[in-house]
């Protein structure tokens, strides 16, 4: 029997496609039914959460995926709107494994599925996520039979419930007045950012002046796409910054998991900035309790994160990139935060999850305890120009990659492969690093160099892209 071949829909992470071509209702329904058998029966589960985003397709694929877990008899409990952190906060506040309906940051035609296990612990590639696609792809052919007893279905809005948590992890109340711009890109951020940082789930008020952009749930993007990695995506933020003299800008993805930062002059953050920030006040708290903090970073955070915070008396951990990848070594060592380049931002106490809010409110509390404007507070945690990601498309990854590390190897220079090559030159003159990755579906290297000057580092960036795109 041929079955199909679903890894460009089941991916390593997630579930993505677009909708009615490659992901569609009969499609979620085995899904669903796949994440039972696979991972929530096996482990001893009868129960899942389920939550979903704004798009259009959302409520129904949901649907679709509750026909299938309950069609094996696990009965569910439907959150409606929410966050991927809030599903997070579900499944570690329930102990329960959790599905969240959402195509994050993708465009409106696209939608997908985030799958945790209980207390948000990843399903990923290969952590189960390769066995759902399989079961998956079987059942798309065979079907699956039904249980004797269907599952039974609940409703719990859990919102409030995630706001007050992640206020008692964070305190605002005693901050200087900020005034913070958000753009929610018309996505998740419209939704959770009234409630957890302003009135509208019966909180107290806090010292923040909200100006609201985007905050209309509209799953079309009508503004622009819910992607802040991508620089035109932040200019309305930028610009608001400046028109109304606020303290701050934040713009979350489509899915409210991942938060970017822009400065009162209206410059962005590079994350590696904010995960030195929030990796320095979780390793203070740590040190209170009278532990030795554990902070892990992926390979292209910039060497001011360990660097700072080793001097803080922290032991870091350098990580592939990839969530199931920052989440495994933190729960192997412990570690009381974990950041990526990419604005995934991860915390022991909020079951080792990445939670975009909590990240903006550790900025937010931090500003709000200075007397400095944000561009001043995050000088130290900054200090190293930095090419970001460049990609470039090449004939064969292997054979580019090797031409790297022909060119770069030499005496004095380190290098390890945790994630595709990582050369550095950083314990002597002049410092420089470069990471070349290859990318999981596309014939692409990603390159990013950071230095201690702009010179080099610009040097360095020229020369390793010549020897990537070489021919």
């Known amino acids: ?125 290969n952590s189960g996520l390769g066995d759902v696609r399989e079961v998956t792809a079987r059942y798309l052919v065979d079907g699956w039979e039904r249980a004797d007893a269907a599952g039974t279905v609940t409703e719990q809005p859990l919102i409030t419930a995630y706001a007050e948590f992640l206020r008692g992890l964070v305190p605002l109340e005693n901050g200087r007045p900020l005034k913070v711009v958000v753009d929610a890109a018309n996505a998740m951020g419209g939704y959770t950012v009234p409630i957890v940082l302003g009135t509208e789930g019966g909180l107290e008020a806090l010292p ?9 749930l509209d799953g079309t993007f009508p503004n622009h796409e819910p992607n802040p990695l991508e620089e035109e995506n932040l200019r309305d933020l930028q610009a608001a910054v400046k028109a109304h003299g606020a303290d701050i800008g934040l713009a979350f993805d489509g899915d409210a998991d991942r938060c970017f930062v822009v400065d009162e002059r209206g410059e962005v953050v590079r994350a590696s900035a904010i995960t030195a920030l929030v990796g320095l006040r979780e390793a203070e708290l740590e040190k209170a309790a009278g532990r030795t903090p554990n902070v ?40 009381v935060f974990g950041g990526e380049h990419s604005a995934h931002f991860y915390f022991r106490n909020f079951w080792y999850a990445d939670s975009g809010m909590l990240a903006a409110m550790h900025v937010l509390a931090a500003l709000g305890e200075s007397d ?94 010549a020897v990537i795109r070489e021919g």
């Open 208 to 216: 923040l002046e909200i100006v609201p952009l985007y905050f209309e």
């Open 372 to 465: 400095a404007p944000l561009s001043q507070l995050l000088e130290a945690y900054d200090p190293y120009p930095a090419s970001g990601e460049i990609n470039s498309v090449v004939a064969d990854v292997q054979e580019a990659l090797s031409r790297v590390v022909a060119s770069f190897w030499t005496e004095g220079v380190d290098m390890d492969d945790v994630d595709g090559v990582r050369l550095s030159h950083w314990e002597s003159e002049p410092k420089w690093w470069i990471s070349v990755r290859p990318s999981g579906t596309e014939p692409l290297l990603r390159l990013n160099v950071e230095a201690a000057d702009r010179v080099t580092m610009e040097r360095i960036r020229d020369e390793a892209l």
């Open 1 to 125: 029997m041929t079955y199909p071949d679903l890894s460009s829909l089941i991916k390593s992470y997630d579930v993505r496609g677009v909708v009615g071509e490659d992901l569609t209702l009969d499609v979620a329904t085995a899904v669903g039914a796949a994440f039972a058998d696979a991972i929530v029966l096996p482990e001893g589960e009868t129960r899942v959460v389920i939550g979903h985003d704004m798009r259009d397709s959302s409520p129904g694929l949901t649907d679709a995926v509750v026909d299938g877990l309950t069609s094996r008899g696990v009965d569910v409990v439907k959150m409606g709107l929410t966050s991927t952190d809030g599903l997070y906060f579900a499944s570690g506040h329930l102990n329960l494994p959790g599905v969240m309906i959402t195509a994050s940051h993708n465009p409106a035609a696209y939608n997908g599925m985030k799958m945790c296990r209980s207390r948000a612990r990843a399903v990923g590639e």
């Open 296 to 335: 892990v970073y992926n390979t292209v955070s910039s060497m001011a994160v360990p660097e700072l915070l080793g001097e803080a008396g922290a032991t870091t951990w350098r990580s592939k990139v990839g969530h199931s990848n920052v989440k495994a070594i933190m729960a192997r060592e412990d570690a």
